[in-house]
């Protein structure tokens, strides 16, 4: 891999905020902070068509300070709120939709989101956390730490009212065109890849559903320039959690594994991820991620031979994890373990 951007590969070291970027003629990276100590950095990228109308792919975490450099940002391209066309979503974290709802209210854009992860978004999150206890009860969890999973709540919790959340203008599938005119700025003239649906002189954007990170993650290709905004599915330094939406049928990790194959035609294209730095070389990357949940499912599978009957958390605890399975806490031991599960179910 090559990083692409000495600006933000240098801010990812620092753990500060690079400037506002142009990455291409119609195309400008904006890093915005939050106010996490292990990912302080999220990047929202927009895009000018022809016609000078933005279209902003992820808005990025919510706090007034983000909101004056995407104001900013729009000053320096001698644009304005009422310019901003369309909002895409790659998926639906906080961090990457969180000032979704200011946009919308702050400007005429539409907003747009994967059909997944909205009808992911509408489900009761009292159901989910209903689901998740009873899926905590099956993992074999010591009484001692069930309770830093959060999966408990009282009659008091479970009659709450829920905010209503957020609804998309537009739901996006896999194959449809954000309809982005980008002009006479056809990258390098090499056009799309053969059977992309876009034709070879498109300039426009396709959707991508990549599905793993959540059930409709998804990212996009723009083949006239040959970049590809790869949401939270490629990172350059991180290895994204799995299965961080609502609960499917189907096994996040293979999800997640079809999906980096799925991309595999944009190799040669630059990488413009949800947070780190912009890459080239997305094979070897691809490759890199794969055997990291690979490599997973192997240990899971050995666990499992030894000890057929093991339960989720006693194979957790004998495979190997990033952080260490003794510094897994809350929100990481539950990822862990839920990860764990879809391993197990692979290797029987």
Same mark, same amino acid.
């Given at each position: 891999m090559k990083a692409t951007s000495t600006a933000l590969?240098? #801010? $990812?070291? #620092?753990?500060? !905020?690079?400037?506002? $970027? /142009? &990455?291409r003629p119609n195309v400008w990276a904006l890093p915005l902070a939050m106010p996490m100590k292990h990912l302080p950095v999220v990047l929202s990228y927009l895009v000018v068509d022809v016609s000078g109308g933005v279209h902003v792919i992820d808005p990025g975490w919510d706090s007034d300070e983000n909101w004056q450099r995407v104001l900013d940002a729009l000053e320096h391209l001698g644009s304005s709120p009422s310019r901003v066309v369309s909002v895409t979503i790659t998926h639906l974290h906080r961090d990457h939709i969180g000032m979704a709802a200011r946009y919308r209210a702050q400007t005429p854009a539409r907003l /747009? !989101? =994967?059909?997944?992860? /909205?009808? #992911? !978004?509408? &489900?009761?999150?009292? $159901?989910a956390l209903r689901a998740a206890r009873v899926q905590v009860d099956s993992w074999g969890v010591p009484d001692d730490r069930r309770a830093e999973l959060d999966v408990n709540f009282g009659a008091e919790a479970e009659s709450a009212p829920v905010e209503a959340p957020l609804q998309s203008d537009v739901l996006l599938d896999e194959g449809d065109d954000l309809g982005i005119d980008l002009g006479d700025h056809p990258g390098d003239g090499l056009g799309t890849h053969p059977g992309?649906? !876009?034709g070879t002189d498109s300039t426009g954007i396709r959707v991508v559903l990549t599905p793993g990170h959540t059930s409709g993650s998804v990212c996009l290709a723009l083949p006239g320039e040959k970049v590809l905004f790869t949401g939270d599915h490629v990172l350059p330094t991180i290895f994204s959690g799995l299965g961080l939406g609502a609960q499917t049928p189907s096994n996040p990790v293979t999800d997640y594994l079809e999906a980096l194959d799925t991309i595999a035609i944009y190799d040669d294209y630059e990488v413009l991820p949800g947070h780190g730095y912009r890459f080239t070389g997305l094979a070897e990357r691809r490759a890199e991620l794969a055997e990291h949940h690979l490599r997973r499912s192997r240990e899971a599978a050995a666990v499992l031979a030894d000890d057929p009957s093991a339960s989720v958390w006693s &194979? #957790? =605890?004998r495979l190997h994890w990033t952080a260490g399975w003794n510094n897994l806490q809350g929100p990481m031991l539950r990822s862990a373990l839920a990860q764990t599960a879809w391993h197990m179910e692979r290797a029987r």
């Open positions: 590969f240098e #801010a $990812e070291g #620092a753990g500060t !905020l690079a400037p506002f $970027e /142009q &990455v /747009q !989101l =994967s059909r997944i992860d /909205q009808l #992911a !978004l509408n &489900v009761d999150p009292r $159901e992309d649906g !876009l &194979v #957790a =605890s």
